[in-house]
Every structure is written in structure tokens, then in C-alpha cells.
């Protein structure tokens, strides 16, 4: 990847709708050769996919949720159950695997308390947890989806 296709990447993480000869001619490229590094982009993966980022707020889900999980069962099968369990709850938004004493870091995106009370009682219904810990954000202060292109 060279410079053009860093420009490319970070015009389109700011608006991925811009049309391909408006990203051609802020990158100083005639159409076609831009088109094609677009191209390049999305069959290597650099590209993952398009999408349109909607305002939590807006959607009546202003409520984030930081979760702490930690298990006991460290087997491939507990993983299979924990990785069904998670992909079916929609308010999981965000999912790690993390070193040290968490295992598990969730980000919950929901309505309110209430809500999460209901994701956090579907989530241990599904499978058994050693411990949770939920902290919930009060203010956001930076959000971004845009990766640092150096």
C-alpha cells in the first residue's frame, strides 16, 4: 500500500459514499486507476465492507455498557457455547479476548439499565460465567471508526 491508497482509505473512512470520481480527484487520480485500487483494496481485505453508522442516541439506545467476563472453563467447547451465546444477542456489539485477569471485554450498546439487566440475564443463561462486571460510561469522549493511517 502506498500513500494514494492511505488517502483513499481515509477520505472513505470519513464519508464511504463519496462517488469513485470525487475519491479520484481528491487523490489526483483519473477514474479508472482509482477504481481499481478500490478494487485491489476490497479483494485483499483491506476493505472489509460499507456501512452506515447511525446515531445510538437517536435510536433510543444511549446506554453503554463496558462488561468484565471471567471463566473457569477455558475448553473448546465452552468457546463454541460463548461464541454462539454472544453472536445471538444483537446489544453485544463488541466482543475481545483479552490477556490478564479478564478473559472476556464486551461492549453492550442498549437502551437503559433495564436493558442491559435483560441482555446480562440472557447472557448467563446461555453459559456459565465465573464472574461479570459491568461499568457503565457515562459521557463519550472520543468514538471513531477511522483505523490511524500513519
Known amino acids: 500500500m502506498d500513500r494514494t491508497d492511505r488517502r483513499i482509505l481515509a ?3 470519513e464519508d464511504a459514499t463519496l462517488p469513485v470520481a470525487e475519491l479520484a480527484r481528491r487523490v489526483q487520480l483519473s477514474q479508472t486507476p482509482c477504481w481499481k485500487r478500490l478494487q485491489k483494496l476490497k479483494a485483499a481485505g483491506v476493505i472489509r465492507k460499507q456501512v452506515v453508522l447511525c446515531d445510538p442516541g437517536k435510536l433510543g439506545l444511549g446506554t453503554t455498557v463496558f462488561v468484565a ?4 472453563q477455558h475448553n473448546d467447547a465452552w ?3 460463548f461464541d454462539a451465546a ?3 444477542i444483537p446489544e453485544i456489539v463488541e466482543v475481545y479476548r483479552m490477556s490478564g ?3 472476556y471485554l464486551l461492549r453492550v450498546v442498549t437502551s ?3 436493558g442491559y439487566d435483560a441482555v446480562y440475564r440472557r447472557l448467563i ?3 456459565e460465567l465465573s ?3 459491568s461499568s457503565f460510561a457515562m459521557e463519550t469522549i472520543k468514538s471513531t471508526t477511522a483505523l490511524p493511517l500513519g
Open 101 to 103: 485477569e479478564v478473559d
Open 112 to 114: 437503559d439499565i433495564a
Open 69 to 72: 467476563v471471567r471463566t473457569s
Open 131 to 133: 464472574d461479570v462486571s
Open 125 to 127: 443463561k446461555a453459559v
Open 11 to 13: 477520505l472513505l473512512q
Open 86 to 88: 454472544v453472536k445471538t
Open 79 to 81: 468457546l463454541r457455547k
